[in-house]
């Protein structure tokens, strides 16, 4: 990995485990993510583009510096796609635990987590997805990774993304699949 800074980009989270998964993936890009206080002001919709354009805009507009937002949720197939852009909710309210519950007696456990990300650095205006998709376990395994990590299982791997470093995290998930994607347009829109 080069540790090279070519360019900046400031991440608009309070999430240190996404920004530390995030800054890996742009080190291959000699990009450097610098974590920004700036509000984060998030829509409610059924959608994560609109949620996460919105708010790449309110940010990019009070900060005016080059802006990196993503915005991810985890979609249960038995459940028509819940909790989806509501994960972060429904991971405050009934946790890891409630999901489990909820799918108590249900054979079809497949389900995908997909990452938004929205880079505004003008002349760039980026918007790319990342999915992953697998299976939630029957019950939570590992420590490392945060949010629903402890549950789910990516396709063609027998681990949680909570029992994956995060190198071997970022092999697999949607927000790397989504950063790398959006990472390799600014290098060729901004050429850095």
Request: glycine share 6%; aromatic share 10%.
């Amino acid at each position: 990995m080069r540790d090279t800074c070519n360019y900046k980009l400031y991440f608009i989270t309070n999430n240190v485990h996404k920004v530390e998964e995030v800054k890996l993936v742009a080190r291959e890009y000699s990009i450097c993510i610098e974590q920004a206080a700036a509000p984060k002001i998030e829509i409610q919709s059924n959608d994560l583009e609109p949620i996460a354009i919105n708010a790449a805009i309110k940010a990019y507009s009070s900060l005016r510096k080059p802006v990196l937002v993503e915005d991810a949720g985890l979609f249960i197939e038995s459940l028509n796609g819940f909790p989806g852009p509501y994960s972060s909710y429904v991971f405050k309210t009934i946790g890891i635990k409630g999901v489990i519950k909820l799918l108590n007696g249900i054979q079809d456990r497949r389900a995908y987590f997909k990452s938004v990300v929205v880079i505004i650095a003008p002349p760039a205006f980026i918007i790319e997805e990342g999915i992953v998709y697998g299976v939630i376990a029957s019950q939570p395994r590992g420590n490392k990774g945060f949010g629903f990590d402890p549950i789910f299982i990516p396709e063609g791997l027998k681990h949680t993304f909570a029992e994956l470093s995060i190198v071997e995290k970022n092999m697999y998930s949607h927000r790397a699949i989504a950063v790398r994607k959006a990472f390799t347009r600014l290098r060729d829109i901004l050429k850095i």
